[in-house]
C-alpha cells in the first residue's frame, strides 16, 4: 500500500462518539501489517484490543489515541477529548525517587499521552489526593513508588491518569506480572470507576478470557492472517468465530462465571 499517510480530524461526529477509525491502515514504518479498521468508542463504552504478544494492539491503541499516525483512513476525535492513558508497568523507571503522590501530580500534563513526567508536577496536591483516593491509596501518598507492590503501582498509574477527569482511560497491559488476587482486584476497580464517572475504557490485553469477562465489545487482532474483527463479546466469543480467527479449533467453556477459550492443535496446511 502506498500513499499518504492517514489523516487526524476533531470534530464532533456524533454527541456520543468520541474516536472513529475510518478505513485506517496500521503498522511499521510504511508497511501496514492491518488494513480497513472501522473502529468507533462511544461514551461509556468498554473496548478490549486482544491478541498475541507483537500482534499491534499497542500501535492500535496508539492511533487511536493520535500518539502515532496511521498508515491510510481517517481518525475522527470529539473536540475536547481528555484521555488518561495507563502504560505497562515495565516501561516505567522504577528507580527514580518519586513518591506515589509525585507520580500522580505528574498526570496533569498533557491529553496526548502519559510520558514519565518528572520535571513539573502539574496537578495540585489536593487533586492528586482525591486522585489516590479513587483508588484506595491515600494512604500511600508519601510513600516511594518503587518500594510499591505491583498492583498498588498500576493502581497509582491509574490514579495518575484519572487526575486529568478523562473521557477515556486507556489500559495497556494493566494486569501484566499480577497474581490473580491483584488482577481481580484492579478490573473491578476499572469496571467500578467507569461505572460511577461514564468513562469509556480501552484496555489491551493478550488474555482473551479477561477481555471476556470484562469487556462489552472485542477487537481481535491476528497481524499474521492479516485481520480484525470487531464485535461484541457475546457474538466474538463463539468456537465457530474464534476458530475462523485463529485458524485452529477452539473451544469456549464456562468455569465459576468465567468464559475460559481453549485451543486445539493447529489445522494442517493443504497442498
Same mark, same amino acid.
Given at each position: 500500500?502506498?500513499?499518504?499517510?492517514?489523516?487526524?480530524?476533531?470534530?464532533?461526529?456524533?454527541?456520543?462518539?468520541?474516536?472513529?477509525?475510518?478505513?485506517?491502515?496500521?503498522?511499521?514504518?510504511?508497511?501496514?501489517?492491518?488494513?480497513?479498521?472501522?473502529?468507533?468508542?462511544?461514551?461509556?463504552?468498554?473496548?478490549?484490543?486482544?491478541?498475541?504478544?507483537?500482534?499491534?494492539?499497542?500501535?492500535?491503541?496508539?492511533?487511536?489515541?493520535?500518539?502515532?499516525?496511521?498508515?491510510?483512513?481517517?481518525?475522527?476525535?470529539?473536540?475536547?477529548?481528555?484521555?488518561?492513558?495507563?502504560?505497562?508497568?515495565?516501561?516505567?523507571?522504577?528507580?527514580?525517587?518519586?513518591?506515589?503522590?509525585?507520580v500522580v501530580r505528574g498526570g496533569g500534563s498533557s491529553s496526548r499521552g502519559a510520558g514519565w513526567v518528572t520535571r513539573s508536577l502539574l496537578s495540585r496536591p489536593d487533586q492528586a489526593l482525591a486522585a489516590l483516593d479513587l483508588v484506595k491509596l491515600s494512604q500511600e501518598a508519601a510513600s516511594p513508588f518503587r518500594e510499591l507492590s505491583g498492583g498498588q503501582q498500576q493502581r497509582v498509574l491509574m490514579a495518575r491518569a484519572l487526575v486529568r477527569e478523562p473521557d477515556i482511560l486507556a489500559l495497556d497491559e494493566p494486569t501484566a506480572g499480577m497474581d490473580?488476587?491483584?488482577? &481481580?482486584? $484492579?478490573?473491578?476497580?476499572?469496571?467500578?470507576?467507569?461505572?460511577?464517572? *461514564?468513562?469509556? +475504557? !480501552? @484496555?489491551?490485553?493478550?488474555?482473551?478470557?479477561?477481555?471476556?469477562?470484562?469487556?462489552?465489545?472485542?477487537?481481535?487482532?491476528?497481524?499474521?492472517?492479516?485481520?480484525?474483527?470487531?464485535?461484541?463479546?457475546?457474538?466474538?466469543?463463539?468456537?465457530?468465530?474464534? &476458530?475462523? $480467527?485463529?485458524?485452529?479449533?477452539?473451544?469456549?467453556?464456562?468455569?465459576? *462465571?468465567?468464559? +475460559? !477459550? @481453549?485451543?486445539?492443535?493447529?489445522?494442517?496446511?493443504?497442498?
Open positions: 500500500m502506498t500513499g499518504q499517510r492517514g489523516q487526524i480530524m476533531r470534530d464532533n461526529v456524533s454527541p456520543e462518539v468520541l474516536v472513529r477509525l475510518s478505513r485506517v491502515a496500521i503498522g511499521y514504518g510504511r508497511h501496514p501489517f492491518l488494513d480497513g479498521i472501522d473502529l468507533e468508542v462511544r461514551k461509556g463504552d468498554f473496548l478490549a484490543l486482544v491478541g498475541p504478544n507483537g500482534a499491534g494492539k499497542t500501535t492500535l491503541l496508539h492511533t487511536m489515541l493520535v500518539l502515532c499516525a496511521s498508515l491510510a483512513g481517517k481518525v475522527h476525535l470529539a473536540e475536547g477529548i481528555g484521555v488518561g492513558y495507563v502504560p505497562q508497568r515495565g516501561r516505567q523507571d522504577p528507580i527514580f525517587p518519586l513518591s506515589a503522590l509525585d490473580l488476587p491483584a488482577e &481481580s482486584d $484492579l478490573m473491578d476497580l476499572v469496571h467500578r470507576l467507569a461505572s460511577e464517572r *461514564g468513562i469509556a +475504557v !480501552v @484496555l489491551v490485553t493478550h488474555q482473551l478470557w479477561l477481555a471476556a469477562r470484562h469487556a462489552r465489545r472485542i477487537a481481535l487482532l491476528n497481524k499474521d492472517m492479516g485481520t480484525i474483527a470487531i464485535d461484541d463479546v457475546s457474538v466474538l466469543m463463539s468456537p465457530e468465530r474464534l &476458530s475462523a $480467527l485463529f485458524g485452529r479449533a477452539m473451544e469456549v467453556v464456562e468455569a465459576g *462465571g468465567t468464559r +475460559v !477459550v @481453549l485451543a486445539g492443535p493447529a489445522r494442517e496446511e493443504r497442498p
